[in-house]
């Protein structure tokens, strides 16, 4: 009985000499850590922060305080350390007593490292596009997803689906540019531009194919003339109907449509020259306003539609001049077979 005693006053002796000594260890701890902290603090000022951040992630296992992890992670951001800095502000937005104006700064500082990481994979992107256009256009859409508003690598991620012939995708980037995209947008005419003949492209594609054994046009020369009065239209059901001058009138309208609308592109595309000729000006013997890539495409592009402005209007002006001399001679007899889908025209 006596032993047991002894044992119970042992222990309680034990248990009084820890809650006596335990304010003091935890105040030795505060002083370990603030010495820790203080010589990270010399160490972030002398511009030394990968040191400065290994103190501050000592004196915080020693001390937890999310003012500690707060400035570790400043550190390793200073230092460059991106991968690690982005870890440090989660681990202190979740930290017990993370300050709200600091998680409102922590905010600012991982979208800054967000774009740094951007504008990373956007080169890597434009390194890829001759090569390898598809991954070219994956890396510009990943970039552009961590910052939505840099339009242009969405821009750029279209046109590498487009040189990677992946039309569809190309089509639905670059309409989603142009509805973002302010009026303007340094990319916005090639965009238009690149849409038009992706669209012409697409629709010929979907076009249906000429079935084996069908005949095709049939344009006879040199085939006797009969009076205007006798000549008769044959249509397709084999009755006959007046020969009018609707071909003549068509044609020429036509023309002058496509002529007029030749000349309009010829006068936009010289102005989008004009603008490219100014974007393109040295400064200081070099080009800052786009990349050697994005020069590149915008030239293409206005090289294009100069050919389309330059067909438009030459097709224009034959139609016009075949209309014109419709209109000036006997009418041409043009006959429709009944029992194919043949076409004659007489001349």
Same mark, same amino acid.
């Given at each position: 009985?006596?032993?047991?005693?002894?044992?119970?006053?042992?222990?309680?002796?034990?248990?009084?000499?820890?809650?006596?000594?335990?304010?003091?260890? &935890? /105040? #030795?701890?505060? =002083?370990? $850590?603030?010495?820790?902290?203080?010589?990270?603090? %010399?160490? !972030?000022?002398?511009?030394?922060?990968?040191?400065?951040?290994?103190?501050?992630?000592?004196a915080f296992r020693t001390q937890p305080d999310a003012a500690y992890l707060y400035a570790a992670a400043r550190s390793e951001h200073l230092a460059g350390h991106d991968a690690q800095a982005e870890d440090l502000y989660k681990r202190f937005i979740a930290a017990p007593?993370?300050?709200?104006?600091?998680?409102?700064?922590?905010?600012?500082?991982?979208?800054?490292?967000?774009?740094?990481?951007?504008?990373?994979? &956007? /080169? #890597?992107?434009? =390194?890829? $596009?001759?090569?390898?256009?598809?991954?070219?256009? %994956?890396? !510009?859409?990943?970039?552009?997803?961590?910052?939505?508003?840099?339009?242009?690598?969405?821009?750029?991620?279209?046109?590498?689906?487009?040189?990677a012939d992946e039309l569809a995708k190309a089509k639905a980037h670059l309409q989603e540019y142009l509805s973002k995209a302010p009026a303007d947008a340094r990319e916005r005419a090639q965009a238009e531009a690149r849409l038009e003949a992706i669209g012409r492209k697409?629709?010929?594609?979907?076009?249906?194919?000429?079935?084996?054994?069908?005949?095709?046009?049939?344009?006879?020369?040199?085939?006797?003339?009969?009076?205007?009065?006798?000549?008769?239209?044959?249509?397709?059901?084999?009755?006959?109907?007046?020969?009018?001058?609707?071909?003549?009138?068509?044609?020429?309208?036509?023309?002058?449509?496509?002529?007029?609308?030749?000349?309009?592109?010829?006068?936009?595309?010289?102005?989008?020259?004009?603008?490219?000729?100014?974007?393109?000006?040295?400064?200081?013997?070099?080009?800052?306003?786009?990349?050697?890539?994005?020069?590149?495409?915008?030239?293409?592009?206005?090289?294009?539609?100069?050919?389309?402005?330059?067909?438009?209007?030459?097709?224009?002006?034959?139609?016009?001049?075949?209309?014109?001399?419709?209109?000036?001679?006997?009418?041409?007899?043009?006959?429709?077979?009944?029992?194919?889908?043949?076409?004659?025209?007489?001349?």
């Open positions: 009985m006596k032993h047991k005693s002894t044992v119970v006053q042992w222990f309680v002796a034990a248990m009084l000499i820890l809650v006596w000594a335990s304010p003091s260890l &935890a /105040a #030795d701890k505060a =002083k370990v $850590a603030t010495t820790m902290a203080q010589q990270a603090l %010399k160490a !972030y000022e002398s511009g030394n922060y990968a040191r400065a951040s290994e103190l501050y992630l000592s007593g993370a300050e709200p104006d600091r998680v409102r700064k922590v905010g600012e500082y991982r979208a800054d490292l967000q774009q740094k990481r951007a504008v990373g994979i &956007a /080169a #890597d992107a434009d =390194k890829a $596009a001759q090569d390898d256009p598809r991954l070219s256009a %994956k890396l !510009y859409l990943d970039a552009w997803r961590l910052a939505p508003a840099q339009l242009q690598w969405l821009f750029q991620a279209a046109v590498a689906e487009q040189n697409l629709d010929l594609a979907a076009a249906p194919k000429t079935p084996a054994g069908q005949k095709s046009l049939v344009i006879q020369k040199d085939a006797p003339l009969a009076p205007l009065e006798s000549t008769p239209l044959i249509g397709s059901n084999g009755t006959t109907t007046p020969t009018d001058r609707t071909l003549a009138w068509s044609t020429t309208g036509a023309g002058a449509v496509m002529a007029v609308s030749g000349l309009g592109l010829l006068a936009a595309t010289f102005s989008t020259l004009n603008q490219f000729n100014k974007d393109t000006t040295p400064v200081a013997g070099r080009i800052v306003t786009m990349t050697h890539a994005q020069a590149q495409d915008r030239a293409a592009a206005i090289n294009t539609r100069m050919g389309i402005s330059a067909a438009l209007g030459s097709l224009g002006l034959v139609g016009v001049g075949v209309g014109t001399w419709l209109l000036v001679r006997t009418p041409a007899r043009i006959a429709f077979s009944p029992n194919s889908i043949d076409i004659a025209v007489h001349f």
